[in-house]
Every structure is written in structure tokens, then in C-alpha cells.
């Protein structure tokens, strides 16, 4: 069973960087793109930032110029370089996949909380 486990989570101060990291457990064929949600305590989730197989990325416009998505070459790998922080940051962050043939894959989430 293919599982994405998300490492990188932690309290951080208010300007300050974090690297979440995303793994799958084993090769997924047909990925065609890898994202990250966030779901902060009351509130709905929402999509932070996707890249797809091609390099294309897209990003919230909460998040735009703080944070940067990059996928390894192999597809295993997705990461989240987060600067900035702002305390309405703070969420529980979860890495999802998806392949051309519809399937998707959930990781558990790591929280991230900025503290101001």
C-alpha cells in the first residue's frame, strides 16, 4: 500500500523558515501531479501549492512570494520551502498525489505552528 509520509513540521517564530518534506513509500507510475494542503483548527482545508509532472506550479494567493513547491526528478519527493511565516500560517499540512488514471494518495500531515 503506497503511503506519503510528510516530515518537517515544528514550531517556528513569526519571519521564519520551515522546509516540509513529502515522501512516498514506494513508486507511484503515472503521477502527474504532487500537492500540499493545509488545514488550520475551524477551517476548511485548502490547497497551498501543486506542481505537476512538467513543472508547472501554482500557489495560493495567501502564500505567493513566501513559499516555493519542487518535486524531485524521480516523483517520490515533493517539498514546501516556507519563508516568511505568518502566524495565520499555523495548520496541519498534508502532501497529496494523483495520476492520470485518477487514483490519489493522502499523507497524515505534519503541523506547522508560527508563533508570533
Known amino acids: 500500500q503506497v503511503q506519503l509520509v510528510e516530515s518537517g513540521g515544528g514550531l517556528v517564530q513569526a519571519g521564519g523558515s520551515r522546509r516540509l518534506t513529502c515522501v512516498t513509500t514506494?513508486?507511484?507510475?503515472?503521477?502527474?501531479?504532487m500537492a500540499w494542503h493545509r488545514q488550520a483548527a475551524g477551517k476548511q482545508r485548502e490547497l497551498v501549492a501543486v506542481v505537476t509532472t512538467m513543472g508547472a506550479t501554482n500557489y495560493a494567493d495567501s502564500v505567493k512570494g513566501r513559499f516555493t513547491i519542487s518535486m524531485n526528478n524521480a516523483k517520490t519527493t515533493v517539498y514546501l520551502q516556507m519563508n516568511s511565516l505568518k502566524p495565520e500560517d499555523t495548520a496541519v499540512y498534508s502532501c497529496?498525489?494523483?495520476?492520470?488514471?485518477?487514483?490519489?494518495?493522502w499523507g497524515q500531515g505534519t503541523q506547522v505552528t508560527v508563533s508570533s
Open positions: 514506494r513508486n507511484i507510475p503515472g503521477i502527474n501531479a
Open positions: 497529496y498525489t494523483q495520476t492520470y488514471t485518477g487514483d490519489h494518495y
